[in-house]
């Protein structure tokens, strides 16, 4: 892993307009991401994960601090929500491509790279299929496709499985992990798990009730790739329980 930081946040504070003064979101959020990293980001309702999810994906501004990339420029980004958002029209292949087709990428290479993340997310046999014919776990699995087909810089996952069955949610966890594995993406996704959080992550941050700051930045020192039975080993409670402490 680089020593040098994709993305480096300082003393980021949000303060959200109201009658009583404003809504303090977050406050003096600093930390640094590294290339290829996953980070997770654990902490009580309200604190404030969703809010610098979207700050880093540009869809809010901070009321202050910063965050600025490691090649000084915005990077590409993919995004992936607790909900799908696919376009009900469109079939699983066009909603993976839909990137591309923003950018007037050229038949060729559209058709291509959609093959290449249809079997990267075992699809293979629903490329026709529609949005209303998907399981949620597949419908998630058409969502980080598509946000995967433009090779983004920096993957940002918004509790992408908080609303699918604890079976499938565990399945997709394995996924994931699989999916990140073979492309190597830095990673930052917000989940209230914290099974999940240790399953797929290289480090954990903790946020503290609002207005949400850093209380815990604590790696994750389980080898990869993690396969499902690493959640009964000793070390994997010992690390969950550290966690449930800085929560609670």
Same mark, same amino acid.
Request: glycine fraction near 8%; hydrophobic fraction near 40%; proline fraction near 5%.
């Given at each position: 892993m680089s020593h040098n930081p994709i993305l480096?946040? +300082?003393?980021?504070?949000t303060v959200f307009p109201d009658e009583n003064g404003g809504l303090r979101a977050l406050r003096d959020v600093t930390f640094d991401v590294h290339p290829r990293e996953f980070i997770c980001v654990l902490g009580p309702s309200g604190s404030g994960k969703t809010t610098l999810l979207r700050i880093l994906a540009g869809l809010i501004q901070p009321t202050s601090g910063s965050f600025t990339f490691g090649h000084g420029e915005q990077p590409s980004i993919g995004m992936v929500f607790q909900q799908s958002n696919l376009m009900p029209w469109r079939t699983v292949t066009e909603n993976i491509r839909l990137p591309l087709e923003i950018k007037n990428a050229d038949e060729v290479t559209a058709r291509a790279k959609t093959q290449e993340m249809i079997e990267l997310v075992g699809l $293979?046999?629903?490329? *026709? &299929? #529609? %949005?209303? *014919?998907? &399981?949620?776990?597949? =419908? $998630?699995?058409? =969502? /980080? =496709?598509? =946000? #995967? /087909? +433009? *090779? %983004? *810089?920096? #993957?940002l996952l918004d509790e992408p499985f908080g609303s699918l069955d604890a079976l499938t949610r565990e399945r997709m966890w394995t996924e994931l992990s699989r999916i990140w594995q073979a492309r190597q993406k830095t990673v930052i996704m917000v989940t209230h798990s914290i099974n999940e959080s240790l399953f797929l992550a290289d480090r954990v941050l903790v946020l503290t009730q609002r207005p949400g700051t850093i209380k815990m930045d604590m790696k994750v020192d389980l080898p990869r790739p993690r396969r499902d039975d690493i959640r009964y080993t000793p070390h994997f409670g010992k690390l969950a329980r550290k966690l449930r402490e800085a929560i609670e």
């Open positions: 480096t946040i +300082h003393n980021l504070t $293979q046999g629903f490329e *026709d &299929s #529609l %949005p209303r *014919d998907l &399981s949620g776990g597949m =419908a $998630q699995r058409v =969502a /980080i =496709a598509r =946000a #995967l /087909i +433009h *090779d %983004p *810089d920096l #993957l």
